[in-house]
């Protein structure tokens, strides 16, 4: 069913932005579902955004909605986070999902001063 590849994150300071890129390799990409989970220390993973199942428009995590845009480019198998207005606790290992495929290994993503 393929993999996936997350990569793009680094370190940016609190109220910059930064846009995760996330590779679809192999298999199928399936569109409905596909997403952003992220990850800190002793918490599970969580959702940051995904694309329709069967809602109208994309879901977002409360705390990121209104700054944070998930796209993908269907030709290139490709899914993209874009992130603004970054926030200390955005900090987190971010996740790219895709139906069918296991987890990747994430893109780290450390927002400080």
């Known amino acids: 069913q393929g993999q996936v590849m997350e990569y793009g994150g680094g370190l940016v300071q609190p109220g910059g932005s930064l846009r995760l890129s996330c590779a679809a390799i192999g298999g199928t990409f399936t569109l409905a579902g596909m997403g952003w989970y992220r990850q800190v220390p002793g918490s599970q993973r969580e959702l940051v955004a995904q694309?329709?199942?069967?809602?109208?428009?994309?879901t977002y995590a409360d705390s990121v909605r209104g700054r944070f845009t998930a796209s993908r480019d269907i030709d290139k198998r490709m899914v993209y986070l874009q992130m603004n207005s970054l926030k200390p606790e955005d900090t987190a290992v971010y996740y790219c999902y895709i139906p069918g495929r296991p987890w990747g290994q994430g893109t780290q993503v450390t927002v400080a001063s």
């Open positions: 694309f329709p199942t069967n809602s109208i428009t994309t």
